[in-house]
């Protein structure tokens, strides 16, 4: 009773009996019993499927992603430094033992299950790191001296102890309530791990005995009783003769007068096994922060709904991470330098060919990205003249109240707070032709600022009338669905005046064309009552519906843009409305 009582419950449960007084078992730490009856530890609890694809996933995304010490050279000039000794380390390798991606690997391993995670540092005579040593978290225990100091005792199962002062080790810390050490996840979650562990060993152990719950063998009333050793000898045979699935339709035989009688308990139905399983594995999902798509867990999941969580995942998983650790590296090793470890999760973030193509473009069309930022971006050779911006030659810049075409602007300029916040202008405009101090503007040129406002308004439509149209469709009844189309349009009108709002004003601003106000009031109910016509129109034949759909997603926000176009190009000037 001690011992069960110290050490957990004996052999048969996976305890203390036969341990030998030399193994390593003796010198580590005991994970507390939970009420599922299994005993969790960090170390245990990555047996279980989804704590192990939790950590995984999480620990190999940021181990693996690009990451540089940079230096902030001024406010407008950040570059890599790449002779720093922290860049081999976290590029190369940690240590003469251990490569950067194994490293950082571990590192976000440990933090995620014990919340902390401790490296000794190697440096050179001039006192900068040149290799990291990891250490084993489980075996690292933090101390407070007599003077209030803290220091940190490491114990490995067969090694020397040895003590730490604060400025000897890199520790990274996870959640914490103290400010000091960081909080075990797993020794937050036992009895969630618990459950999920007591679950797969009853479904192994389910599928092991042959997928039979087990019984009772009855004698009749008034036979001579079996011995104690017939009894056993008895029960083996038969153990013997179902135990692993492969046995389980044999036939078995029992002596004559022995009566099976099955054991009664709760069917695994009634104790919804598999809903139980289920349920435990997206609460861990939901403790390690990592979407279920991303652990293989798609019973729920459609493309709309994965792509979004693939961004939540960059923002909400990765990026939290990445910014704990460049805070604890930058406080470390150069808290009064302009220096900092940057990760790059841009990669992340890629998108398919065509948008990245896309947004290229707008960056090239827009002058804030040159020719090489994007063959850089593509892992791609620079090119010769390939570090030049572009803009419209039609564009203008507003400077002290007057416009200046770009081709008159210096190559490089300093901006004055008073300019850097300036909109208002005087605009000397041809009314006629539309100059703007010489420079001829094209309705046409602002077609990429209504381009990003036009897709919303059009994603939202699509996505809101699909939606609907699977739930009040059902039962082949359409009129919930016509009537939920009045009460949408009718919001979907003001969405798109907001959206649409700011580039109109700009692009009359410029154009020197009155009425924004009225004008967008125009577009919107002439927009909203099109919609309308289309799918009331579509709802003689449902089934067309989809086809009509997937072609407002491929060309409807350009249409769109080109039907405003139109209507800029015939507004008279200020002067003549």
Same mark, same amino acid.
């Given at each position: ?496 005046? %907001? $959206?649409?709002? @700011?580039? /109109?004003? =700009? &692009? ?5 064309? *009155?009425?924004? %106000? $009225?004008?967008? @009031?125009? /577009?919107? =109910? &002439? ?5 309308? *016509? ?44």
């Amino acid at each position: 009773m001690i011992l069960d009582a110290l050490l957990g419950p004996p052999r048969s449960a996976g305890g203390w009996q036969n341990k030998s007084v030399v193994d390593d078992y003796w010198y580590q730490a005991r994970g507390a019993q939970t009420t599922s009856g299994e005993n969790v530890t960090e170390e245990i609890a990555l047996t279980f499927a989804t704590v192990y694809a939790c950590v995984a996933k999480l620990s190999k995304t940021v181990a693996t992603l690009p990451v540089s010490v940079m230096e902030r050279v001024s406010d407008k000039e950040r570059r890599p430094v790449s002779d720093h000794p922290l860049t081999r380390i976290l590029q190369v390798e940690a240590n003469e033992n251990t490569g950067a991606v194994t490293w950082r690997e571990m590192a976000m391993a440990h933090l995620l299950l014990w919340g902390n995670w401790y490296a000794e540092e190697t440096r050179n005579n001039a006192g900068a790191v040149v290799a990291i040593k990891p250490l084993y978290t489980a075996y690292m225990g933090i101390a407070q001296s007599r003077r209030g100091g803290l220091y940190f005792k490491y114990q490995p199962p067969n090694g020397e102890p040895r003590e730490y002062g604060p400025n000897e080790l890199l520790h990274l810390v996870g959640l914490s309530l103290n400010g000091v050490t960081g909080e075990s996840v797993i020794g937050m979650h036992r009895e969630t791990v618990g459950l999920g562990l007591a679950a797969t060993k009853f479904s192994a152990a389910f599928y092991g005995n042959g997928a039979w719950m087990g019984g009772w063998l009855k004698q009749p009333a008034g036979a001579p009783a079996l011995s104690p050793e017939d009894q056993r000898r008895m029960l083996d045979q038969i153990n013997e003769r179902f135990k692993t699935a492969g046995r389980a339709f044999g036939l078995g035989f029992l002596a004559e007068g022995i009566e099976y009688e099955a054991m009664t308990g709760m069917p695994l139905k009634d104790a919804e096994f598999l809903g139980s399983r289920e349920f435990t594995r997206v609460e861990i999902c939901s403790i390690f922060d990592v979407p279920p798509s991303k652990v293989q867990n798609l019973s729920k999941s459609n493309y709309n709904t994965v792509e979004q969580m693939n961004i939540d995942w960059v923002t909400d998983s990765i990026l939290p991470w990445c910014v704990r650790i460049e805070s604890a590296l930058k406080r470390r090793y150069f808290p009064d330098e302009p220096l900092y470890v940057k990760h790059n999760l841009a990669g992340l973030l890629r998108g398919d060919m065509k948008s990245r193509y896309d947004s290229y473009a707008i960056g090239r069309q827009w002058g804030w990205l040159t020719a090489n930022d994007v063959l850089r971006m593509e892992d791609m050779d620079a090119v010769e003249g390939g570090d030049y911006l572009m803009v419209p030659v039609n564009m203008a810049i507003i400077k002290n109240g007057e416009v200046v075409p770009v081709n008159q602007l210096p190559a490089t300029r300093e901006v004055s707070p008073d300019e850097s916040g300036a909109r208002e202008s005087q605009i000397a405009v041809d009314a006629s032709s539309r100059q703007v101090n010489g420079s001829h503007i094209e309705p046409g040129s602002f077609a990429g600022i209504f381009l990003d406002a036009a897709q919303q308004i059009v994603t939202k439509e699509v996505k809101a009338l699909e939606n609907a149209f699977k739930r009040r469709a059902k039962g082949g009844t359409l009129d919930g669905f016509r009537k939920w189309l009045t009460e949408f349009y009718g919001e979907h009108e003001g969405y798109f005046r %907001e $959206k649409m709002r @700011a580039p /109109l004003e =700009t &692009a009359m601003e410029l154009l020197h064309v *009155g009425g924004c %106000e $009225k004008k967008l @009031a125009m /577009l919107a =109910t &002439a927009y909203v009552s099109e919609s309308l *016509g289309v799918i009331h129109e579509v709802l003689k034949t449902p089934e067309q519906l989809p086809g009509v759909l997937a072609a407002w997603k491929a060309s409807r926000a350009t249409e769109l843009v080109q039907r405003i176009v139109s209507v800029l190009k015939v507004l008279p000037p200020l002067a003549e409305v």
